[in-house]
């Protein structure tokens, strides 16, 4: 059973960077398309990015279009979602998710469709 482990998280100033990573473990993640998500306190999980299979698809939710890319590394089993020019609203807990599919250049930005999730990683945008 493949298992997802975020990091990265930290304290950042407004308009900084983050790096996220979701490691995989105990499969490779190369047959898996994944989606990362974020939840801030009081408000619903959203949808921030995916990336397919063989990472051609990628899809990005408006509000972090031309700030965040989400890439992968198979050789090292691992998602990133690299965060730029980040605000306040960006504050939440980020967790990224994986689904073994067939199709290689699709993904999906629906929570649902994914069904292994990590524990998440925090991220604090505060001057």
């Known amino acids: 059973q493949l298992q997802l482990v975020e990091s990265g998280g930290d304290l950042v100033q407004p308009g900084g960077s983050l790096k996220l990573s979701c490691a995989a473990s105990?499969?490779?993640?190369?047959?898996?398309?994944v989606g990362w998500f974020r939840q801030a306190p009081g408000k619903e999980r959203e949808a921030v990015s995916c990336?397919?299979?063989?990472?051609?698809?990628?899809n990005y939710a408006n509000s972090v279009k031309g700030r965040f890319t989400t890439f992968r590394d198979n050789a090292k089993n691992t998602v990133f979602l690299q965060m730029n020019g980040l605000n306040a609203e960006d504050t939440a807990a980020y967790y990224c998710a994986a689904r073994r599919t067939t199709f290689q250049a699709l993904c999906d930005m629906a929570g649902p469709w994914y069904d292994v999730w990590g524990q998440g990683t925090q991220v604090t945008v505060s001057s």
């Open positions: 990336i397919s299979v063989t990472g051609a698809g990628r």
């Open positions: 105990r499969a490779t993640l190369e047959y898996y398309a």
